[in-house]
């Protein structure tokens, strides 16, 4: 796999990978950016929730699970010193169905969090990662 970023101005970068998709990247104005864009920490929050999401619809739909909805809240605490490296994090899975068994989420969840999820492999190892989740029975729009 390879990446490439290129400078916009400052601080604030557009990347791509493999997939060749441009992604802005940006850090706050105080720092050197514009603050314009999704800052480098948010984006490895943002690809663990991702990564774990992919898994457990994929899994779930195996199952033949009917989701109406999913969402992932993540709650993530810093360190307050430099380099400022996650502490903790915590993501809390939100399932809407009607007919959606627990132990099919908890299945799909212990199979990301231990098997599948790269991201959460590569992470877990220097960060304490928890998880929770719930199933609402319509989905609020």
């Known amino acids: 796999m390879k990446a490439t970023l290129k400078q916009l101005k400052g601080c604030s970068f557009i990347g791509k990978a493999d ?7 940006d850090v706050s104005k105080k720092t050197c950016g514009l603050d314009a864009a999704t800052h480098p920490m948010e984006m490895v929050l943002l690809a663990l929730g991702s ?7 994929s899994i779930l739909d195996k199952k033949k699970v009917l989701l109406e909805g999913f969402e992932i809240n993540i709650d993530a605490e810093r ?5 400022k490296v996650f502490t903790k994090i915590h993501l809390e899975y939100v399932f ?3 007919e959606i068994k627990p132990k099919h989420v908890e299945q799909a969840i212990n199979l990301s969090h231990d098997k599948y999820c790269s991201v959460m ?10 998880s929770s989740y719930r199933i609402v029975g319509k989905l609020i729009k």
């Open 19 to 25: 997939s060749n998709h441009w992604t802005a990247i």
């Open 51 to 57: 990564c774990a999401g992919s898994d457990i619809v």
């Open 79 to 83: 360190a307050d010193s430099y380099p």
């Open 96 to 98: 809407y169905g009607q």
């Open 121 to 130: 492999g590569m992470i877990k190892v220097s960060v304490p990662i928890t």
